[in-house]
């Protein structure tokens, strides 16, 4: 009897050490998604064009400008978040091979921002001669694509695919998270953009476009290791 509730105790032990580690990959989860969110949107880089595009306006309207952005980020990423693993199942594409393509979008990214460079990929010369010209509101290129672009949504449907109420629910909360810092960094576009300069910017930005690139690169490995299993036994 004496071995038995050892043994009872030794496997409730076993059991519990397994849901803390697990419970502990959660968490490091939504933080790593929460970081790469933030890296993939920089709402620093957005600083400059958001003060070009409010400079001639009222500080009432650079304050609705920056609430309807956030807003907009807010419901196209929260779209991806609910609706993204459907639209996979209906395109017919796997999430490695959405992996891979998502991790080449995200490195791609990142190689403008290791040069504080919009990129290519965020908005092209032909988009930002646009919003110079005063033809667009600032909505459009600002919230998509120049934030809620190609690199985030991608970057969310991926995270959505462990699937489940309760996850879908923690990662909105985790966009309403990185969306609040976007809405404070916009409300503070002005002072922040005086008090660092555009040096400070360009500093934070090739910062999150390092930390992005390897964020990149492991989501490629992740999609590659699947699509390849051979990659893995040699």
Same mark, same amino acid.
């Given at each position: 009897?004496?071995?038995?509730?050892?043994?009872?105790?030794?496997?409730?032990?076993?059991?519990?050490?397994?849901?803390?580690?697990?419970?502990?990959?959660?968490?490091?989860?939504?933080?790593?998604?929460?970081?790469?969110?933030?890296?993939?949107?920089?709402?620093?880089?957005?600083?400059?064009?958001?003060?070009?595009?409010?400079?001639?306006?009222?500080?009432?309207?650079?304050?609705?400008?920056?609430?309807?952005?956030?807003?907009?980020?807010?419901?196209?990423?929260?779209?991806?978040?609910?609706?993204?693993?459907?639209?996979?199942?209906?395109?017919?594409?796997?999430?490695?091979?959405?992996?891979?393509?998502? $991790? &080449? /979008?995200?490195? !791609?990214?990142? #190689?403008?921002?290791?040069? =504080?460079?919009?990129? %290519?990929?965020?908005?092209? +010369?032909?988009?930002?001669?646009?919003?110079?010209?005063?033809?667009?509101?600032?909505?459009?290129?600002?919230?998509?694509?120049?934030?809620?672009?190609?690199?985030?949504?991608?970057?969310?449907?991926?995270?959505?695919?462990?699937?489940?109420?309760?996850?879908?629910?923690?990662?909105?909360?985790?966009? $309403? &998270? /990185?969306?609040? !810092?976007?809405? #404070?960094?916009?409300?503070? =576009?002005?002072?922040? %953009?005086?008090?660092?300069? +555009?040096?400070?910017?360009?500093?934070?930005?090739?910062?999150?476009?390092?930390?992005?690139?390897?964020?990149?690169?492991?989501?490629?490995?992740?999609?590659?290791?699947?699509?390849?299993?051979?990659?893995?036994?040699?």
């Amino acid at each position: 009897p004496d071995r038995q509730d050892r043994d009872r105790r030794a496997d409730l032990a076993r059991r519990r050490a397994r849901q803390g580690e697990a419970r502990l990959s959660a968490y490091q989860e939504y933080l790593r998604f929460i970081v790469t969110l933030t890296a993939v949107l920089d709402p620093f880089l957005a600083i400059p064009i958001f003060l070009s595009v409010t400079a001639a306006g009222e500080a009432g309207a650079r304050q609705r400008l920056a609430n309807t952005v956030t807003l907009t980020v807010l419901a196209v990423l929260a779209s991806a978040a609910i609706f993204g693993e459907a639209l996979l199942k209906v395109l017919g594409a796997s999430l490695p091979a959405f992996q891979v393509g998502g $991790g &080449l /979008v995200l490195l !791609l990214m990142s #190689l403008a921002m290791l040069n =504080a460079q919009v990129g %290519g990929m965020r908005q092209s +010369r032909a988009e930002e001669e646009e919003l110079e010209s005063g033809a667009l509101t600032g909505v459009v290129p600002l919230a998509v694509p120049l934030l809620a672009g190609p690199g985030a949504i991608s970057t969310t449907i991926i995270a959505a695919q462990a699937g489940g109420v309760a996850h879908t629910s923690v990662l909105l909360a985790c966009i $309403g &998270l /990185v969306a609040a !810092l976007l809405w #404070l960094v916009l409300r503070l =576009a002005d002072a922040v %953009g005086q008090k660092m300069g +555009r040096t400070g910017l360009n500093i934070v930005t090739r910062l999150l476009g390092l930390l992005l690139a390897a964020i990149a690169v492991e989501t490629m490995a992740d999609g590659l290791k699947v699509l390849f299993p051979g990659l893995t036994s040699a």
